[in-house]
């Protein structure tokens, strides 16, 4: 795998020169991240007039982007983002708050750029998004709920991006980005009396900020 990655960085490297020609060839784009998921899902529990709904809480992250341009105003942006959100658990009798759950959002997007060579350049763009989804185990704060674990799947699905890039220099720039996933992903709540599946909408609006080195 370490070799994968070093191959993969060292074609990096060796490919930014055949794109010299061009004013703007490769960002590279450390973020400060704020997601929001918009989440919203529910397990009944055998009880449908008293379900428990779930949500995941706002909260910073981090993330990493690499922006290759093609030509003078397209490019492809392929990005990873990192937060740790907490998890609200509301029912009639009970609200409580789990462990903090990691969420990974990888999204690949074609950008379109208005003003590559600007001080300011807006873009727009739309692609891919997977999105990892650890799981809840054992959450103490749920036994009063009867749950052992709560098993969330991984999903792939849209995501529409729109930003602005902002010139500081020849090779250093300030990228505001904010991307939408909309999702509807699986879960599975497991309990000492069985288990039961439910869809679970996550809808992720991805806000960052990040420090941009150009090539």
Not at 15 to 31: E, I, K, S
Not at 90 to 104: C, K, T
Not at 164 to 176: A, C, H
């Amino acid at each position: 795998m370490k070799r994968i990655v070093l191959v993969l960085a060292l074609a990096v490297v060796a490919a930014v020169p055949a794109f010299a020609q061009n004013h703007r060839a490769f960002d590279l784009t450390g973020y400060a991240s704020w997601v929001d998921t918009s989440s919203e899902g529910t397990f009944d529990l055998n009880d449908p007039n008293d379900p428990v709904g779930i949500n995941f809480d706002p909260t910073l992250g981090y993330g990493v982007a690499a922006n290759i341009f093609f030509g003078n105003h397209l490019s492809t942006e392929f990005a990873i983002t990192r937060v740790e959100n907490d998890v609200t658990f509301r029912r009639r009798a009970v609200n409580s708050s789990g462990d903090g759950v990691e969420m990974m959002p990888i999204t690949g997007t074609l950008q379109w750029h208005f003003a590559p060579t600007a001080t300011i350049d807006p873009y727009i763009g739309a692609g891919a998004a997977y999105v990892l989804i650890d799981d809840v185990d054992r959450p103490e704060e749920l036994n009063n709920l009867d749950f052992e674990s709560i098993d969330f799947d991984d999903d792939i699905g849209l995501v529409v991006n729109a930003g602005i890039g902002i010139r500081l220099g020849q090779r250093w720039g300030l990228t505001l980005d904010g991307k939408y996933v909309p999702l509807e992903a699986s879960a599975t709540a497991r309990r000492t009396t069985g288990a039961q599946d439910t869809t679970f909408d996550i809808n992720p609006i991805i806000l960052s900020a990040g420090l941009s080195l150009r090539f």
